[in-house]
């Protein structure tokens, strides 16, 4: 399994972005079935989930990005977005997108990261 993930840049205070990963060898039935998020990772801390997507569209956002942030997913695409708006100092860090797919349990897949980030 194979995550492509894109979009990061540096962005000003208050900008946005929007971050895309795709999974192009996976079959599409796989795809839909899976439960995909995003991740990021700042310099001496801990990776914190950012956002999730079950396979119904139910979404779930970690506090500090409520409201500012919108996981969706396409799966005829096998994609997955991550909008961001109103960013902050405290949003730069690398983001990672994350598979969970029910054809393989009980691993996760990561994509490669990109880099996010806000300047005051």
């Known amino acids: 399994v194979q995550l492509q993930a894109s979009g990061g840049g540096s962005v000003q205070v208050g900008g946005s972005l929007r971050l895309s990963c795709r999974a192009p060898?996976?079959?599409?039935?796989?795809?839909?079935?899976?439960?995909m998020g995003w991740y990021r990772q700042a310099p001496g801390k801990e990776r914190e989930l950012v956002a999730s997507m079950i396979r119904s569209g139910t979404p779930n956002y970690a506090d500090s990005v409520k409201g500012r942030f919108t996981i969706s997913r396409d799966n005829a695409k096998k994609m997955i977005y991550l909008q961001m708006n109103t960013l902050q100092p405290e949003d730069t860090a690398v983001y990672y997108c994350n598979g969970h797919f029910s054809a393989y349990p009980n691993v996760a897949y990561w994509g490669q990261g990109t880099q996010v980030t806000v300047s005051s």
């Open positions: 060898r996976m079959i599409l039935s796989t795809f839909s079935d899976s439960t």
